[in-house]
């Protein structure tokens, strides 16, 4: 058993590369559309 098994995420293959890749796509992709609206918002950019 990893540690990543232990804190939130207790199921197994919550460590696994295909579940970490598809989260940290999730997350990146998320902020980074959070800091276009924000610059859209901000400055009305096109």
């Given at each position: 058993?990893?540690?990543l098994?232990?804190?939130i995420m207790k199921f197994e293959g919550?460590?696994?590369?295909k579940?970490?890749?598809i989260?940290?796509?999730l997350i990146l992709?998320?902020?980074v559309a959070l800091?276009?609206?924000a610059l859209q918002?901000?400055?009305a950019v096109s």
């Open positions: 058993m990893s540690d098994n232990r804190g919550a460590d696994s590369p579940v970490v890749t989260s940290t796509v992709g998320s902020i800091i276009i609206w918002a901000a400055y």
